[in-house]
């Protein structure tokens, strides 16, 4: 039998998306060009080579799934949630919060009954040993213009679904304002009153029943690693193998191309495979 071939798309948004100038659309609020809030560096250029892989191997994909970092303006990874104790004011983007620091009084949440659900929040993540909280730019935010899909993946994604008469499958992960998650498959610290955050095996059995995943998407620093490292620590047939990096379509968050390069090194060693997308 062929073998079977499932892509998987981690967060390709606008948002995240370093786009042109003529990629960008106007508001018709005040008629001023709608910017991608976080923007990695190299994005577009990845977005438009996973669409020229949709477009190229079209019936050779199987199945195609999408996740969509989706979130709340007010959430406790954006700067509305907080107050800086020396200003008065919500902390600028890309702050890093400690559960030291609220206990110090630096910052707080606004809502001044929540602080210790906040702290339990924080000291649970910081004893992960994998993220401090970082106050975001508020991205994603759903409903938005930066929640879409980039365009030109879009329109591949759509000829697909009209060639092959099924529709691309879509992941929504983020929508809890109480937890961060950079994982498709788990929240950084799931909240026990919401199965959403919960380790996503129905989306783990998915992919694991077929010969071989494709993986592309943004950022390789945080949404494509996280999401990466909780399907190599559960898929349930333990074939790490299956699993391709697709490496000319992932980036890193500026700032943060040691912890993409780390990420790429620690799943070659655990068995994943690399690749360019024009080698698939």
Known sequence: MPMTTHLLLIDPQNDFCDLPEDWLPRSPVNGELLRPALP????HADLQRAAQLVQRLGGGLDA???TLDS???IDIAHPGFWVAAA???VPGPFTPITAAQVRAGDYRPRDAA???RVLAYLDALEATGRYTLMVWPVHCQMGSWGHGVHAGLQAALDVWADAQGRSVEIVTKGENPWTEHYSALQAEVPDPADEGTALNRALLAALDRFDRV???GEAGSHCVRATVEHLA???PSRQLGKLVLLTDCISPVTGFEAQQAEFLAAMRAAGLQ???STEI
Do not use: F, S
Not at 40 to 43: E, I, L, Y
């Open 274 to 276: 690399q690749a360019a």
């Open 40 to 43: 990695v560096a190299g994005a």
């Open 233 to 235: 620590a559960h898929l």
């Open 71 to 73: 979130h709340h303006r």
């Open 64 to 66: 195609i799934t999408v």
């Open 114 to 116: 929540v602080l210790g």
């Open 214 to 216: 494709l993986i592309a």
């Open 87 to 89: 200003t008065g004011r």
